[in-house]
């Protein structure tokens, strides 16, 4: 590979001007002629019986062209996988979407919203999973609440924690989350001819064509999908875009007219999905110097009313609840209940944060109760080439200790941080993480992407990928990737929008597994470019094909006694050939897994990380700073160096307000965060020293040796920041968010308990 | 191929419905918000020069956001080939565009346009193409008017002189005439965030895109076309398109927003391209038993104010002039000559109707001169299997003689009509053609058209065809094709619209090679698919390959042991291979012609057709009602029956019109033909008994076995009725149309002769 791509010039992004002088448009800034408006009419009961349906007043209302339910659904009633379009007898959470105003204004559709009279009776509901999970809970599908289970084994956990001299139980949990990208879920759908037109920024454009196919009672040819611009998604633009898509849809179909529904940010929070909590219990043992002998974990997750992509979640935390480590003897189960509240789903980590914040926690409670060195319990326990993973799969490429290693030079972490000033204290923690690549055997579908180059007459590329850009920047990588491959400048390409029509399927943007993907496909595609004009100048020249050097817009000899410029060679080509063009088609290799046995290959490749965190806390507010952060991340290879590190300063960001700031609060199934003023964010303005470290150690094992880090990269922080909150207070949080109230509790019981006097910390 | 097409099923038009109900949107009811209107300013003058261009008063004007003029242009100000964007410094016809103006709507445009002040210096002009090539005429362009030039020479003309006993000298003349489509010509463009977006309704779409992008600066990948539905084109939808495309590009690129210019139908008289009026002198010799010896022909065509693609047009009516016929001594020169008038350029039928009108005016009158049957002349001189043409050309496939008996079948060519009530007289005229297929000689470019079926994961099928659908329903046939490979139902496949983004270029939907081309473009396409999904099937049953049968939306089995839905099959091949599609692309062979030699293959294949036309005049307002007409066809193979006939029919509608109604006047260069009431169009009240007979005798040499009927069928016609007019009255009349003014003359002058007495016929 490194002869393909021997140069590493770093591109500015070809939709960066755009974005930045605001001349981008979003879903919500268009317009088309005679559009309507379509709002959602919500169940505020978690749990309740439709008996009626009043739409007489709403109908009177001017500007309103109809009122639909679920019978009006065109198509099947049900989205991927559970959800349905709307309600039809029972909605099974607050927001649950019941009917849907289609009106000509906005404004005309939210008052007749509020118009529509539906009675409810209220059924019993329930809203803890444990609760849902005991004998007699009121269901809130068929007969159980149980949605979701998985287990590993490995080794005997009574013989593993026979051989220990120390055995340390915890409990840890984590919060209700939402991925929180600025610009709120939307869709418009146009009705043509023969179908439907949906303008939708979703990250899985081909699924939720088939979504709205498959609910509008349409084949899939009949539905073209078009993304705009999509800004950011964080895990999030999925489920609930197949919502709004699936009734924007319907109400085209209906009326016969374009149709627009952009979620408020309140809409949003009310309905749309949410990062799945979890209570984890481990039970772990250890010897004295520290290597663990076993570890039992025991997990269980709030799926909430509906198990969209819950089984998948639920199957990566526990696949990966051990962390990165040589365990002999492992024991992991954990299961999803339904609940009465929001459903869970899909958020940037995929389950991996949440086990990850209670592994690296227990990391370094059990370093405190053996006297050790955080980072040397891990160095001792990690795994390294050829380590056997809980699941019986032999990992190789491990960059554990690389990590580790850059860490320990980067970060002081054996070191105590300066004194703080009075009424502050300071501490310093870390965490490391092993993370699946791609979708893994929790997907048991081809994991692969498609890029096609389309070479215009006058030497100028559009390129195809169906891999959706975020803001992530997985559009210049494929850029970059072909300019390499083909000698162009990147300025002579054109990305062309994603749309269904001509786009390659390649999957949803999800799993990091867009680089790996289209990386190497475009990769494929450009040298299929290339293959095919070489053979024609090479005949030209009579020259050997070996002898072609595409470079700086120009096919020379090796020797330079010939050459032309890129264009020209182009057109000599469209004299031979009816087109120029390059396809490209890579899938990363099948795993092997046995579903029965719980056991085999999870995923393909994975990639590894650590991270060090300095904090200060302001002892009269609770307030945490993290002064200094650092995130380091096994990417394989670098191919676009301000890119991913700017990815892992996003996924720093988010997992930021993981740690310590961010909740979707919910009291019995009543939604109390309802807009941002509660819902607190990290600004750039929170972070203070910061660096971002992507390793080159050894390649990832595709062709282009690159590693997928934008999830990695929010799952490492929350648990060095809690470790070096920890170390400051010498107090133990073990929920998240450390947010101010449990700060200033720990804070309390950190001065009880003498660790901190006169506002200095003691030790 | 009989074998891969065994059966022809007539399907209905996808796009019939949305047609009829009116859902159909054409270009001019798109908009687009923040839209801007743009309203082109013209030169009043012929030829003048541009001394000084006074905004400001349109400026002031409310809603007006800005005049651009050439120097505006932001790339090449030049069209294919030579038309400007916009005037720079001379006015070289009437409606010449020498500004545009943009303003919020199309009212405030408009008049706005009057306000623009321009202040003209005015030239010498010339008009008559004759004065136009005399020393010392002005010169349009450069030094000479000389325009263009095509030859044909064959044998010795004055030995064919020689040996003739009869020598006929006659002088034809035909008209200007426009393309008159329902839907007149317009584009919208939108600034997008790298390029254009180009909505515009042009046959060739992938040249628009190129006119835009050069005319803009851009590169070819920044323009992207999507074509609305068109509302007919006849040969036009093409120069005039570059020139709206380029202009409302321009305008979105100075003001960064959508910008809209749909022309009026007074402004496609004014300033669209016209077919070219020819002048045609043709000396014919001929033995007593009606053998020719030896034709002469000389022509002048007006080329108007630009070239643009007169120089083909011209080629292919020097090729054709003398008609189907077996004569050892020609020589053929047609040249064109530059004028102030509008400029000439493709109308369908692209210089065929013009000698074809001459020419079957010439054997009728050689026939009466030497007394024979006008159809027994023709007979006896058809090109037959063998012939060879005026360029050298040795023809297989000749299906002319076939045409003629068909004719002499279904038409009593041989009888006179029954007697017309008092005060009408009637006659009957025939004619017939050959005329070349496709691109050919005169266009050296690829011939190709390339058709892409994408089959969805539900087995539904989207398909993507370069071949515009401009009412002739050429996708039907695309989509016909594909059906009777896959045996899938039509009504599972959708066609794409025509974007530039994916759809494969296809070049322009012109010279009758629509059918030729994609047709067999799909039956490729088809055929790769079902390649595909046979491979993967054939293994799964362990059958063999030719073993396998696509129909009824069915796979089985010859011997039906195995069965499998087309759906389910789909579903099995996605489980193997990242996509199941086919690609198929086609080219017609390549025609050897020497250039400077003026001789070698004009054409790969031809087809002929025959027309027979009884006429009934009113002597008291020469009005001719064409009483029966019969169109016959040379079609090779017939694959759709009805969609063959019906596009028999609308090119027999449009040259009724050039036979007895069209004419655009231009008097010194000034329009005096200013809309549909003074262009009378034939409308459906005008076709009495009327029989499309499409003929399949020696199919094409295509593997499709079709040919072209597009503009062979505008070709007949005139000629036929200006025959039966000659038959009814005893004079002939030898200008285009044969308006109620020259008609009446000619009664005027047959009464006199005494041909017509008390207001019956004698003779």
């Not at 990091?512 to 470019?529: L, M």
Request: hydrophobic share 40%.
């Amino acid at each position: 590979m490194e002869n393909i791509l021997p140069k590493r010039k770093v591109y500015d992004r070809q939709d960066a001007y755009a974005k930045i002088t605001g001349k981008v448009k979003y879903v919500a800034d268009l317009k088309f002629s005679g559009m309507l408006y379509v709002q959602t009419v919500r169940s505020p009961y978690a749990h309740a019986r439709i008996l009626k349906i009043d739409s007489s007043e709403a109908l009177k209302l001017k500007g309103v062209v109809g009122v639909y339910t679920a019978k009006d659904v065109p198509g099947k009633n049900q989205l991927p996988k559970d959800k349905p379009v709307l309600v039809e007898e029972v909605a099974k959470c607050m927001g649950d979407g019941v009917a849907v105003v289609v009106a000509n204004t906005k404004i005309q559709a939210m008052k007749a919203a509020k118009l529509v009279k539906i009675d409810y009776e209220e059924l019993p509901a329930v809203y803890d999973p444990e609760e849902a999970l005991q004998e007699g809970a009121s269901p809130v599908h068929g007969d159980s609440n149980s949605a979701a289970g998985h287990t590993t084994m490995k080794g005997d956990l009574e013989v593993g924690f026979a051989e220990a001299d120390i055995i340390i139980e915890r409990e840890y949990s984590t919060q209700r989350a939402m991925h929180a990208a600025i610009e709120p879920d939307g869709a418009i759908v146009i009705p043509e001819a023969n179908g439907l037109l949906v303008y939708c920024p979703g990250k899985g454009p081909f699924n939720i064509k088939r979504a709205v196919a498959a609910s509008c009672g349409l084949n899939e040819n009949q539905v073209r999908l078009i993304q705009p611009t999509i800004g950011g998604a964080f895990g999030g633009k999925d489920a609930d875009i197949n919502v709004i898509a699936a009734r924007a849809a319907m109400a085209a179909l209906i009326t016969g007219r374009p149709c627009k529904m952009i979620w408020s940010r309140e809409e949003v929070l009310l309905e749309g999905t949410k990062r799945h909590p979890f209570k984890l219990k481990y039970k772990v043992g250890a010897k004295k110097d520290g290597h663990i002998t076993a570890m039992e974990i025991k997990g269980l997750a709030d799926v909430g009313a509906y198990i969209s992509k819950s089984q998948a979640t639920i199957w990566r935390a526990t696949v990966e609840a051990t962390g990165p480590y040589k365990i002999e003897n492992i024991s992991t189960t954990i299961v999803g209940a339904f609940t009465n509240n929001v459903y869970s789903d899909a958020v940037r980590g995929f389950g991996s944060p949440q086990v990850d914040f209670a592994s690296e926690s227990l990391m370094s409670e059990l370093a405190k109760e053996l006297g050790m060195d955080p980072l040397e319990i891990r160095r001792l326990n990690a795994y390294t080439e050829g380590s056997i993973t809980a699941t019986g799969q032999e990992l190789t490429g491990v960059n554990l200790i690389e990590c580790l290693d850059k860490l320990e030079e980067v970060f002081p972490c054996h070191e105590k941080p300066a004194p703080a000033p009075k009424g502050k204290v300071r501490g310093r923690g870390i965490s490391c993480i092993f993370r699946g690549e791609a979708m893994g055997a929790g997907f048991p579908i081809k994991d692969a992407a498609a890029v096609n180059i389309h070479i215009e007459k006058d030497g100028s590329l559009v390129v195809f990928s169906g891999i959706a850009e975020m803001g992530q920047g997985g559009s210049n990588i494929v850029l970059q990737m072909i300019s390499e491959v083909l000698g162009v400048s990147i300025e002579s390409m054109k990305m062309s929008p994603l749309d269904t029509s001509y786009v390659p399927d390649s999957g949803a943007t999800v799993g990091s597994r867009g680089t790996i993907t289209s990386g190497n496909a475009a990769v494929i595609a450009a040298q299929d470019a290339k293959d095919r004009m070489s053979k024609i100048i090479a005949e030209k020249w009579n020259s050997k094909l070996e002898d072609l050097v595409f470079e700086n817009d120009t096919i020379f000899t090796k020797n330079q006694s010939k050459q032309i410029s890129f264009s020209d060679a182009v057109t000599l080509c469209y004299k031979e050939i009816p087109g120029v063009y390059g396809y490209g088609w890579w899938s990363l290799p099948s795993v092997w897994w046995d579903f029965e046995k719980k056991c085999g290959d999870t995923y393909a490749s994975f990639n590894y990380g650590a991270c060090g965190a300095e904090v200060e806390i302001d002892l009269t507010s609770g307030k945490v700073e993290v002064t200094n952060l650092v995130a380091i991340h096994d990417v394989g290879r670098i191919l676009n160096e301000p890119e991913v590190k700017g990815q892992i300063a996003g996924g720093v960001s988010m997992a930021l307000g993981l740690a310590l700031t961010e909740e979707v609060a919910i009291e019995k199934g009543i939604l109390k965060t309802t807009n941002f003023d509660h819902y607190l964010l990290p600004t750039t303005l929170d972070f203070h020293q910061f660096k971002a470290i992507p390793l080159e150690a050894k390649p990832g094992t595709n062709p282009l040796g690159v590693k997928g880090v934008g999830e990695s990269s929010s799952a490492t922080v929350a648990p060095a920041v809690l470790n070096a909150i920890e170390d400051a207070l010498g107090v133990r949080i073990r929920h998240l968010p450390a947010d101010l109230e449990s700060v200033f509790a720990a804070i309390e019981e950190s001065e009880s308990l003498g660790y901190i006097k006169g506002g200095v910390r003691q030790n």
